[in-house]
């Protein structure tokens, strides 16, 4: 065999195994010219709905930390590159991140829907030039605390050693919040079938914030040669550790590996020069800025996303168009390959290596996997729903949904499923028959807005000699969802507790903002 799988270093049979090509679709044939009607017109027969996509890309926009220009540039480029993909197989969903996560609708593969939404996120507003002017700042105080008076320098850098502190505690909580809402963003595709790709495109994302301007404030006047390592109160050559964010970055690839999803890790600031020529940096008594420093942690941190989830690392190009099409073969034409694990263990990771014996070919694989519990499977798909509809029915339920009830500033929605007895495994115990039903639910909004996912169980407890008169019956479950007002996605489901057959449905409701309307 050309491949091989080992997992925690145990060779394992591989029981699945296929190659996908997600080829774009051909253009749309010429409509061809009516022929004479020979008899009266034939309805044309329904057509079957299409398949579902094989490769979903999911294009998440750092909006925190890029820079208006940098973000502008990316967005034309996707805007070239995405339409000459997407298809049948493959469909796309943008996501944003601005201290707001905002997943901008479900995935498509429609070329002029996909367009116009690019074209709109290009004229919002980003917040990652913010940052590069407040850390300009503090670079200007610290050349004008080398160059002041030594009777004042001490405590002006004192002084600047505090500022440097405090904009360092901001940039670390922008990493964690940004790798949560990452993490967010791949939960929210964990219940989805096929390849799953995250494009995250960022910039200045690193898991160390401040350590170059920490270096700077010890090592400027010494690489100026006008002295020596400058001795400052409660700083050090660790000190910058104490902002040490990489726990934040490993969160992201367990994320990605839980979810299946590959991170192409894109840095948007493109080629770029040596910070120490930017009259930002450049002091005026000659000190530098080390300007690879920052730029390596991130090409590390970056790289480790990439590496540990299967995916790839793009920086240092300006064309991201060009980029990407040298990477389309992970979304476009791939080698899928499936076996079963001998010793379920959820929620611990697994070491995965994968090997192929072909002179000339390499592998780009995750380096684990995190298998999940069938209650956890079924919370992922009502997730997922949300915004792609997973329609299977075994359980033959049916729902019904009730008048809005006001409850404060929000809406209390009834819910009802009914499920056939008969479709329901009940184990006997003690002259009984026992089992349970679960409900998983979720709401999202148009604009992105989720809320938590809940799960309700209903245990079922019915008398062995009672059985026989719930033939043609159905067992009937109430349950409630509080949302807001406005248009909603509910995403639902009920599971058989011992069967762990499960149907799921999603009906889209508009609450009124007045008063409620069936």
């Given amino acids: 065999a050309d491949f091989e799988v080992r ?30 009607a ?19 890309l999911i294009v998440f926009l750092d909006e925190l930390h890029l820079t208006t220009v940098n973000r502008n540039r990316a967005i034309r480029s996707l805007r ?22 905002r997943i901008r609708g479900p995935f498509t593969n429609q070329k002029p829907v996909l367009g116009s939404m690019l074209s709109q996120l290009e004229t919002e507003v980003t917040l990652g030039d913010l940052p590069v002017r407040q850390r300009a700042e503090i670079l200007r105080q610290i050349d004008q605390a080398f160059l002041a008076d030594a009777r004042t320098r001490a405590e002006l850098l004192n002084n600047i050693v505090s500022e440097t502190r405090a904009w360092a505690d901001s940039q670390a909580a922008d990493v964690d919040a940004t790798a949560d809402a990452v993490r967010v963003a791949l939960s929210s595709v964990a219940g989805v079938d096929g390849r799953k790709i995250l494009f995250f495109v960022t910039e200045r994302f690193t898991p160390y914030p401040a350590r170059d301007m920490f270096d700077y404030l010890q090592y400027g006047r010494m690489s100026a040669g006008i002295g020596g390592r400058t001795s400052l109160r409660d700083v050090n050559d660790l000190t910058w550790k104490n902002w040490d964010r990489l726990s934040s970055f490993r969160s992201i690839t367990a994320a990605a590996n839980v979810a299946a999803v590959s991170l192409v890790t894109i840095d948007a600031s493109g080629l770029t020069f040596d ?8 002091s005026g008594y000659g000190g530098r800025m080390d300007s690879g420093m920052a730029a390596g942690d991130m090409q590390t941190a970056m790289g ?10 793009i920086q240092g190009r300006n064309n991201l168009a060009l980029a990407l099409t040298g990477l389309e073969a992970d979304w476009m034409a ?22 192929v014996h072909r002179p000339g070919a390499n592998v780009r694989t995750r380096r684990a996997v995190i298998e999940r519990t069938t209650e956890q499977k079924v919370s992922d798909a009502v997730l997922a729903g949300a915004y792609i509809p997973h329609l299977t029915n075994p359980l033959r339920a049916s729902l019904h949904i009730g008048t809005p009830k006001k409850s404060g500033k929000m809406w209390i929605v009834p819910l009802e499923f009914t499920i056939p007895f008969d479709r329901l495994t009940l184990v006997p115990e003690g002259g009984r028959a026992k089992g349970a039903v679960l409900f998983t639910a979720v709401s999202a909004t148009p604009d992105g807005r989720i809320s938590p996912v809940t799960t309700q169980r209903a245990p079922l407890d019915i008398p062995e000699s009672q059985l026989g008169t719930l033939a043609g019956k159905t067992f009937v479950y109430s349950a409630q969802l509080r949302v807001r007002a406005g248009p909603q996605t509910f995403s639902t489901a009920v599971t058989d507790e011992v069967s762990h057959l499960t149907s799921y449905v999603q009906p889209h409701v508009l609450i009124p903002d007045k008063k409620a309307t069936h």
Avoid: C
């Avoid at 020979?38 to 979903?56: L, Q, S």
């Avoid at 070239?80 to 996560?101: C, K």
């Avoid at 079963?340 to 611990?348: I, L």
């Fill in 80 to 101: 070239d590159y995405l339409p000459t993909i997407v298809g049948p197989n493959v469909e796309v969903q943008l996501v944003t991140w601005d201290r707001a996560l």
């Fill in 7 to 36: 997992q925690d270093g145990k060779l394992q049979p591989i029981t699945n195994f296929s190659f996908i090509r997600n080829a774009p679709p051909p253009p749309a044939p010429a409509p061809a010219a009516m022929p004479e």
């Fill in 304 to 313: 480790l996303l990439a590496e540990e989830t299967g995916g790839a690392t």
């Fill in 275 to 282: 910070d120490a020529m930017s009259p930002e940096v450049s």
């Fill in 38 to 56: 020979a008899g009266p017109p034939v309805a044309p027969a329904e057509p079957a709905p299409p398949p579902a996509a094989r490769a979903h």
């Fill in 334 to 355: 791939y080698y899928s390959l499936g076996y079963e694990s001998p010793d379920a263990k959820p929620g611990a990771p697994r070491t995965l290596r994968v090997t």
